[in-house]
């Protein structure tokens, strides 16, 4: 197989994981309108305790989209902002019991969704499955240094017209 099928299977499979995330939400909070990215930022500051700047770097997106996202979690009563306890200057991110369950509900079935599905494979194709996503985490990890070692044209071997 060559790079270019390489490339389109990567996408194709974004692709159909973004479809099946957008149609899993729904079914899983029925309830809670809350798109993948709001689900992002609930599961970073879950995990990571992270701040709304970290939240942007990590998605890749302008700290006033983080801003916009908050505001929308903060209107559902998923999250809240608080002071710092150590500094009065910034704004911590707490989630609230209801937007803790929400983001664990949607965790929780994205991983029963994939274990049921791979569990329909027998144990070489697990292995396989396992090595071929290690190797595309890999992947992707080293494709993101390289723009913050250059451009994202320099990491796509492109040459800017």
Known sequence: MGRSEDAKLIFSSFTHYR????????????????????????????????????????????????????????????????????DRRRIQLVLTARGHEVSTQVETAIAAGIQQQAASLDDEQQQHLRTGLELLEKLMADLEATIRNGTPADAAGVTPA
């Open 19 to 86: 479809r099946w995330i957008n149609e899993l939400i729904p079914a899983v909070i029925p309830d809670v309108d809350v798109s993948p990215q709001q689900l992002n930022v609930l599961y970073y500051v879950r995990t990571e305790d992270a701040s709304m700047a970290d939240i942007a770097r990590v998605l890749g997106v302008a700290p006033t989209v983080i801003t916009g996202l908050v505001d929308r979690l903060e209107a559902r009563g998923l999250i809240r902002r608080e002071s710092h306890p150590s």
